[in-house]
């Protein structure tokens, strides 16, 4: 959790790095925004927007947002990796459940869960760049409904009546919000 008076002691001396005044409302509109970070994330978070802001105004929310969370961009590719990830931890005869919604959404929006399993290897480069398009658009308009992506195993036991012959879920990207790629930060 974020600190507010050292974030108002970090705000107030990017504030007179851009010669902007402070006011209330800054204050509270940044806080307010990065209230969920650690200090220390956002520290480095602001350090590095320094280091890449070329423009003599204040950066954004959005500009020190972008180094906490990454882009929506990396945030697909992320996402991407999650749903390989899913193929092989269970495949298709797996049910598996994403802590992200979105993942789930994109997989059955592109034919779902078993059909994504089978995509032939000379394809997956084509069903990528679908799905993290598909990604970046359905992530914008904030989907939190999760969905559960039913595998083959389940699917069957489920229309056999063999309801207590259904495995528990696999379970991908519940551990952590977002896994950091060693050395990147």
């Not at 320094?50 to 969370?69: F, Q, R």
């Not at 092989?88 to 797996?94: I, L, N, R, S």
């Not at 799905?131 to 056999?160: A, Q």
Request: charged share 30%; net charge negative.
């Amino acid at each position: 959790m974020l600190l507010k008076n050292k974030f108002v002691e970090l705000l107030t001396g990017l504030c007179e790095m851009y010669n902007q005044k402070t006011s209330e409302f800054i204050f509270d509109m940044y806080y307010d925004i990065l209230k969920d970070y650690e200090y220390p994330d956002v520290e480095r978070a602001v350090k590095k927007v320094l280091t890449t802001h070329k423009y003599n105004t204040l950066p954004k929310p959005a500009d020190i947002l972008e180094y906490l969370e990454g882009s929506l961009n990396d945030k697909a590719l992320m996402a991407w990796l999650q749903a390989k990830e899913a193929v092989v931890k269970g495949g298709y005869v797996a049910t598996i459940e994403f802590a992200d919604p979105v993942i789930s959404h994109c997989l059955q929006a592109l034919g779902g869960w078993q059909w994504f399993c089978d995509v032939p290897v000379d394809e997956l480069p084509f069903v990528e760049k679908r799905f993290r398009d598909l990604y970046n658009m359905l992530k914008k308009r904030e989907i939190t409904v999760p969905v559960r992506l039913i595998g083959f195993v389940e699917n069957k036991n489920s229309d056999m009546g063999y309801l207590d012959k259904i495995p528990e879920p696999i379970k991908i990207g519940h551990d952590k919000e977002v896994k950091q790629i060693e050395g990147v930060k």
